[in-house]
């Protein structure tokens, strides 16, 4: 009888479920230089941030690699500096820059910012804009 020559398959292993990971931050706020009219140019006005982040799923976390993350931490820090940065007349241009700053981390594929002025307009709990931004 004749050997058969076999081929041996590795087929790498499927997962059994997808991963989608976000970090969240909700309600932060800081006193920011924002807003065209006069009296917002001369005082500083609260503020509010709601984010979600969405994760690349094949960055798996590690608890010796940080790296493996988006820090909570390090995403607050740089919106602390842009508000802090300068004065913005309008929450449009300041969603962008928090947008280009945090797209710096290429582990980030999509973005959804809220940002509200939750003072500024009588007879209403809040008046702002909220933007959602994906990687391409």
């Not at 947008?99 to 973005?111: G, H, P, R, T, V």
């Amino acid at each position: 009888m004749k050997k058969k020559n076999l081929k041996i398959l590795n087929f790498q292993k499927k997962e059994d479920y997808s991963y989608k990971r976000k970090v969240l931050i909700k309600d932060l706020i800081f006193n920011t230089s924002i807003g065209i009219h006069d009296f917002e140019k001369k005082q500083k006005q609260q503020i509010k941030f709601n984010i979600e982040i969405d994760i690349n799923s094949s960055l798996k976390p590690s608890n010796t690699n940080i790296n493996t993350i988006v820090n909570y931490e390090d995403v607050i820090s740089s919106i602390k500096i842009l508000t802090q940065k300068k004065h913005y007349d309008l929450l449009e241009v300041l969603a962008e820059d928090i947008f280009l700053d945090l797209f710096e981390n290429k582990n980030i594929i999509k973005i959804k910012l809220k940002i509200e002025k939750p003072e500024i307009i009588k007879n209403t709990a809040s008046v702002g804009i909220e933007i959602k931004k994906k990687r391409k």
